[in-house]
């Protein structure tokens, strides 16, 4: 029921193809969340993070050859593939019930608020995994022969407060890739802007036309266009001729026109 909604409201926000796509598009989507909402926590985690890959690699698939060849196509297909290795560490410590428990905590928490489509929040516990809660010192550490009460807080034996993104450089990489799956959900589900980050920034596409089904820059071009064409008419405006000295146009100058 819900699910379907939801992603009928995806597959309608996407765009393109016609009304009968779209209606197939939503009932596999509502099919693999049935399908991942029957598995346990980790498997369930595996399966959406695959599956955010997998559509991924299907819009990049359905832009074209020639739209591949340009510039801003070879960057996403290469920006796709390297997340789609750098996360696989993460989904081999899920498969093997292998991963850190706080990290695991945390990713699921990241997950949930995805499906929740609460992606500023999930952005902000996303920013909260990377920087932990390490004390990150500024200059200085060590001055004079006294012990200070805080000293043993910034010191690296100490295990507790370890920020695992900065140490470890796998956790570093699957980190960075989860952060791409978030931008991709959220322009592939979209949500209301106040629980988005950065709406419409266009860094994996257009938020704005995902939401609404609508091309508003395609919508509003005639008005630029005619904007434009104002601006240079206003540019290029060449006076009229002036009238000579003395003279006046219908009268000459300093005599009665009577």
């Given at each position: 029921g819900g699910a379907a909604a939801a992603a009928a409201a995806a597959a309608a926000g996407a765009g393109g193809g016609d009304f009968a796509a779209r209606v197939a598009e939503a009932a596999r989507i509502a099919k693999n969340m049935a399908a991942e909402a029957a598995l346990e926590e980790d498997d369930r985690a595996v399966a959406y993070l695959q599956r955010l890959l997998r559509e991924w690699g299907e819009e990049l698939g359905a832009r074209g050859v020639e739209a591949l060849k340009t510039y801003e196509g070879m960057q996403a297909v290469a920006s796709h593939r390297q997340t789609e290795?750098?996360?696989?560490?993460?989904?081999?410590?899920?498969?093997?019930?292998?991963?850190?428990?706080?990290?695991r905590w945390?990713?699921?928490?990241?997950?949930?608020?995805?499906?929740?489509?609460?992606?500023?929040?999930?952005?902000?516990?996303?920013?909260?995994?990377?920087?932990?809660?390490?004390?990150w010192p500024i200059g200085?550490?060590?001055?004079?022969?006294h012990a200070r009460s805080g000293r043993e807080r910034i010191s690296e034996t100490n295990k507790?407060?370890?920020?695992?993104v900065m140490t470890d450089e796998t956790t570093r990489k699957y980190l960075?890739?989860?952060?791409?799956?978030?931008?991709?959900?959220?322009?592939?589900?979209?949500?209301?802007?106040?629980?988005?980050?950065?709406?419409?920034?266009?860094?994996?596409?257009?938020?704005?036309?995902?939401?609404?089904?609508?091309?508003?820059?395609?919508?509003?071009?005639?008005?630029?266009?005619?904007?434009d064409f104002r601006a240079a008419s206003v540019k290029n405006w060449v006076p009229p001729e002036m009238p000579a000295p003395g003279q006046a146009q219908g009268r000459v100058r300093n005599k009665p026109n009577f």
């Open positions: 290795s750098f996360i696989k560490p993460l989904l081999d410590k899920l498969r093997e019930r292998d991963l850190d428990q706080l990290m945390n990713i699921f928490m990241i997950l949930r608020l995805m499906r929740d489509r609460e992606y500023l929040k999930a952005s902000d516990k996303y920013v909260q995994i990377c920087i932990g809660n390490a004390p200085v550490t060590s001055v004079g022969i507790n407060f370890k920020a695992h960075v890739s989860l952060k791409r799956l978030i931008t991709f959900a959220q322009r592939r589900y979209p949500s209301d802007p106040s629980k988005c980050l950065e709406f419409n920034s266009l860094a994996n596409g257009s938020d704005l036309l995902s939401l609404t089904g609508r091309d508003i820059a395609a919508e509003t071009g005639h008005l630029r266009d005619e904007t």
